[in-house]
């Protein structure tokens, strides 16, 4: 059985009468990743303040493990880790005694502290850097720096706010390694981001946000399979076999739209939509080679998954 961690249950805020975030709701399971997504001023960040205690909302109600954001604040706080999405100036504070100064803010006993930044600075591999200056450190370290702090009082949930944004390729590789790492030590996680590609071989699930409603949420995988009922095929046979092709096609009635055209070395190219699942797909070509039509190739349209944002958000995608 999964748990929900976080439960947002028609959230809405308003500013000056006009609606950042309008009525959203959804469910974040123990354990996941979950990629909130959305352009630049969809509410994502709105959302994320309300969730860490920092906002109040208009409308609607927020609970992290059962507490409501607005009752118990202080436990809702002590089970969350936030990074913000502005890391903020510290000026002559070095990586540890930055790390120091938040454990202080958590009340950890000053004879913990040092075997708790030592683990941590590993875990974020800036431990060639705890000396140096915070300003000093690369866009990627501070980012880095700023999930240690968000680790600092073992939170269970991570919520971190465009994390990626502004970090060259490598870095947010090494990033995406990290969230990763956290998960398997059971942290469940929630990011923002405005670029879908964060999302993918990362998140477990997603939320899509766009002026202030959510367009799509759940598991990737099923997001992607029921955007893959309908699919295309492309098959391209030998010779001038294509009426014995059409007629097994008319007998299926999952294919419609169908087209063909002769290609320059005489053989048929076919393509067709197809309403059915992947065994149907298979029915499908054992039809086709039972009925004697000589395939030489068998396509199906991968959708990507830039394809399925556009064909969920009609220009999300920014
Ligand atoms: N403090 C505020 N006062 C007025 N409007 C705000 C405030 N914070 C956010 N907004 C507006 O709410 C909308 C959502 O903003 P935000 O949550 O920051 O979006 P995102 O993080 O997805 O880019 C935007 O139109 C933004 O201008
Ligand atoms: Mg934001």
């Known amino acids: 059985m999964?748990?929900?961690l976080i439960v947002i249950d028609n959230l809405s805020k308003s500013f000056d009468g006009r609606n950042a975030?309008?009525?959203i709701s959804f469910s974040i399971a123990a354990g996941a990743i979950f990629g909130f997504i959305g352009p630049n001023g969809a509410g994502k960040t709105t959302t994320i303040r309300i969730l860490t205690t920092l906002l109040?909302?208009?409308?609607?109600?927020?609970?992290v493990d059962g507490r409501n954001v607005l009752i118990d604040k202080e436990a809702v706080r002590r089970q969350l880790g936030y990074v913000p999405d502005f890391f903020g100036t510290y000026n002559d504070m070095t990586t540890w005694e930055y790390l120091d100064f938040?454990?202080?803010?958590?009340?950890?006993?000053?004879?913990?502290?040092?075997?708790?930044?030592?683990?941590?600075?590993?875990?974020?591999?800036l431990t060639h850097r705890r000396d140096d200056y915070v300003n000093s450190l690369s866009r990627g370290m501070k980012?880095?720096?700023?999930?240690?702090?968000?680790?600092?009082?073992?939170?269970?949930?991570?919520?971190?706010?465009?994390?990626?944004?502004?970090?060259?390729?490598?870095?947010?590789v090494e990033f995406r390694a990290l969230l990763q790492e956290l998960q398997t030590m059971g942290k469940t996680i929630l990011f923002s981001s405005h670029i879908l590609a964060d999302v993918d071989e990362l998140c477990t699930d997603v939320g899509i946000i766009e002026a202030g409603k959510m367009v799509a949420v759940g598991n990737l995988q099923a997001l992607r399979a029921e955007?893959?009922?309908?699919?295309?095929?492309?098959l391209t046979l030998l010779g001038n076999q294509l009426n014995a092709a059409l007629a097994a096609l008319s007998y299926a009635p999952q294919v419609t739209d169908v087209t063909h055209s002769q290609n320059a070395e005489g053989d048929w190219d076919l393509q067709f939509a197809f309403s059915g699942?992947?065994?149907a797909v298979s029915a499908l070509i054992a039809r086709l080679v039972a009925a004697g039509v000589p395939l030489l190739s068998f396509r199906e349209e991968a959708q990507s998954l830039e394809e399925m944002f556009m064909q969920l958000t009609e220009g999300i995608v920014s």
């Open 143 to 172: 980012q880095r720096l700023g999930l240690a702090r968000a680790l600092i009082h073992d939170p269970q949930i991570l919520v971190l706010d465009e994390p990626a944004a502004g970090l060259d390729p490598r870095a947010r």
């Open 56 to 63: 109040q909302p208009t409308g609607g109600a927020v609970t």
């Open 102 to 125: 938040f454990a202080g803010c958590y009340h950890i006993p000053p004879a913990n502290r040092p075997a708790l930044i030592t683990d941590l600075l590993t875990l974020v591999d």
């Open 21 to 23: 975030v309008d009525g």
């Open 2 to 4: 999964t748990t929900d």
């Open 227 to 234: 955007l893959r009922a309908t699919r295309t095929i492309y």
């Open 277 to 279: 699942d992947k065994v």
